[in-house]
């Protein structure tokens, strides 16, 4: 067993938790991409377009977080491939996000009124003007507050990497526990430092919710 005292400790988690916020952040911007191309895709009258996103949906959705981050890491091994832990976690969780933003996203977008449709049509907008004046940004209002809130997701699922190896929070919790046979503190300050990341999220999601909920007016 190894000599640390609480503020070593501390700072080994804390030097941690910059590369779960970096996973999170990367997750985040290359999920809201992938997610929005999704959203564009399936608003157009592409036949093939709706049945490609909900394909992609259900995959990514239905099965493990955990199960991708394998593949993205062990199986492309199979095509003679070497990726690097970071690369397999960003792969993997950016993949995920996209999934669930593009929903988010796409429920947003039905759940305009369609007298806004109706509207725009009597005003002799077009369909790509009617999209860009009227139901986008009634959609984008009423899509902030959960995507807000699903970033909190992110950083909770940014944790499963360290089954891959990628040294984040909870693989350095994992690291200082069996150097030092602390559990209940090590792991108490994981916990703490996922909860100061995510509660702030959370409380912002909720404000946002109540202060931009557009269909409870």
């Known amino acids: 067993m190894i000599d640390f005292t609480?503020?070593?400790?501390?700072?080994?988690?804390?030097?941690?938790?910059?590369?779960?916020?970096?996973?999170?952040?990367?997750?985040?911007?290359?999920?809201?991409?992938?997610?929005?191309?999704?959203?564009?895709?399936?608003?157009?009258?592409?036949?093939?377009?709706?049945?490609?996103?909900?394909?992609?949906?259900?995959?990514?959705q239905g099965t493990p977080l955990l199960m991708q981050l394998f593949l993205a890491f062990f199986g492309v091994a199979v095509f003679g491939l070497d990726v690097s832990a970071w690369t397999a976690a960003a792969v993997a969780l950016t993949l995920f996000s996209s999934a669930f933003l593009h929903d988010i996203w796409r429920g947003c977008v039905e759940a305009v009124p369609k007298g806004q449709w109706e509207g725009a049509r009597v005003l002799g907008l077009g369909y790509?003007?009617?999209?860009?004046?009227?139901?986008?940004?009634?959609?984008?209002?009423?899509?902030?507050?959960?995507?807000?809130?699903?970033?909190?997701?992110?950083?909770?699922?940014?944790?499963?990497?360290?089954?891959?190896?990628?040294v984040e929070l909870t693989k350095?919790?994992?690291?200082?526990?069996?150097?030092?046979?602390?559990?209940?503190?090590?792991?108490?300050?994981?916990?703490?430092?996922?909860?100061?990341?995510?509660y702030p999220l959370s409380r912002l999601a909720r404000y946002l919710e109540a202060r931009l909920n557009v269909t409870a007016r």
Not at 39 to 53: E, M, S
Not at 160 to 166: D, R, W
Request: with cysteine; proline share 3%.
């Open 6 to 60: 609480l503020w070593d400790i501390l700072r080994n988690l804390l030097l941690a938790a910059r590369w779960t916020l970096a996973l999170s952040l990367i997750a985040f911007i290359g999920g809201s991409l992938v997610g929005l191309a999704l959203t564009f895709l399936r608003l157009t009258r592409w036949p093939g377009a709706a049945l490609f996103c909900r394909l992609y949906t259900e995959l990514f």
């Open 128 to 166: 790509l003007k009617s999209m860009r004046h009227i139901i986008l940004p009634q959609a984008l209002r009423m899509a902030i507050a959960p995507t807000v809130g699903f970033s909190v997701q992110i950083i909770k699922g940014t944790a499963l990497a360290s089954v891959i190896g990628f």
């Open 172 to 198: 350095v919790g994992t690291m200082l526990n069996n150097a030092t046979l602390e559990p209940f503190t090590v792991f108490a300050l994981v916990a703490l430092l996922y909860f100061a990341m995510c």
